[in-house]
């Protein structure tokens, strides 16, 4: 078998990386970042990569998650004015078999082949064998999948759950709510379970306060600043909007176990779950995860998983792409 391309197309940073088939999962050969908006299109920094990084290299099978929906093997980006078609990477880089996946379905296909060290548990619960399980993934946007049980595998879903309707639940989130229906017209889990959520919340709780995290500081840096500041407890009110955050998400990832009967887990992805772990596995998110009524037990049983490694939706990609060579040449 040749290499396999996966990519991790956001809003923000494109991930390459070609990978060897491997054993238990894909081996990484090279990995490469990219600012997304530095080329005009992703068929040029594709491009830009396989020539540097494996000029003249057969690629058997390439699975591209992109964040936006994926309809008829396209997909019009939702943060990036690119449309991406999988016909014509395959075309332009005569690679016999290439699928486009949304960005959190690619992470879904990690779950899988995680090993325990590479995961931080939050609850135990009482994982089942051959549960579903579900995964919530807030960085710069928001992104969840349902990964249903299949003939013994776990098979994520195409899904955008982020832009639904947020759902408030305290006198602090509808507030929240009023705000952000005044400034959008609605308010979604994105708007508030996101890098840009976090600094909404941050705006709210200090109004025309001064507060040392946003001193200075560029818009792309603030979510990473609040985050701090809460964490070393320099600011209250950057405490209350982590906790805000914290509660919310609490809420919404146990809201997404429900919907999947997830009682193999529930995984936390993304760029912002390994950055504030401690809070994570305080009551401010478990208390909100299990507060669903006659489903309070059920709540308890599931097991909670931030996933730590680098790049989980590149790995994804490529495990999918492992399986689409497969598949091919079958």
């Excluded at 075309?91 to 379905?105: C, G, K, Q, S, Y």
């Excluded at 229906?181 to 308010?187: P, S, V």
């Excluded at 040392?212 to 009110?237: H, N, S, Y």
Aim: charged letters at 20%; one cysteine or more; proline letters at 7%.
């Amino acid at each position: 078998m040749g290499m396999l391309l996966a990519a991790d197309v956001g809003g923000t940073k494109t991930v390459c990386g070609l990978y060897a088939a491997g054993g238990s999962r894909p081996r990484p050969l090279v990995i490469e970042r990219h600012a997304t908006l530095d080329h005009g299109s992703l068929e040029s920094l594709l491009a830009a990569f396989l020539d540097r990084r494996a000029p003249g290299a057969t690629v058997d099978a390439a699975v591209l998650g992109v964040a936006g929906p994926v309809r008829g093997g396209a997909s019009d980006l939702t943060n990036v004015p690119w449309r991406v078609e999988a016909g014509a990477v395959a075309a332009r880089f005569a690679i016999p078999a290439v699928r486009l996946l949304n960005d959190l379905e690619a992470m879904g296909h990690v779950v899988s082949v995680l090993a325990d060290d590479e995961v931080t548990t939050l609850q135990p619960g009482q994982p089942e064998a051959e549960g579903n399980a579900a995964l919530i993934a807030p960085g710069t946007g928001l992104g969840e999948t349902l990964l249903h049980r299949v003939d013994g595998r776990l098979v994520p879903v195409a899904a955008e759950p982020g832009h639904t309707d947020f759902a408030a639940r305290t006198p602090a989130e509808i507030d929240l709510l009023r705000v952000l229906t005044d400034r959008f017209g609605r308010a979604s889990w994105e708007h508030v379970l996101s890098g840009p959520g976090l600094t909404y919340i941050h705006s709210r709780l200090h109004a025309d306060r001064t507060c040392p995290a946003a001193d200075g500081v560029a818009a792309k840096d603030l979510p990473g600043r609040i985050t701090a500041t809460a964490l070393e407890r320099r600011c209250p009110r950057c405490v209350e909007t982590l906790d805000l955050f914290t509660g919310a998400l609490g809420a919404e990832a146990g809201n997404l176990g429900l919907r999947a009967l997830a009682t193999a887990g529930v995984y936390i992805g993304g760029g912002i779950a390994p950055h504030i772990l401690p809070v994570l596995a305080s009551p401010v998110f478990l208390d909100a995860f299990r507060a669903k009524g006659p489903m309070e037990g059920l709540m308890t049983s599931m097991p909670v998983r931030v996933i730590r490694i680098a790049d989980p939706a590149l790995l994804g990609a490529a495990v999918a792409a492992r399986e689409l060579a497969a598949g091919a040449g079958s």
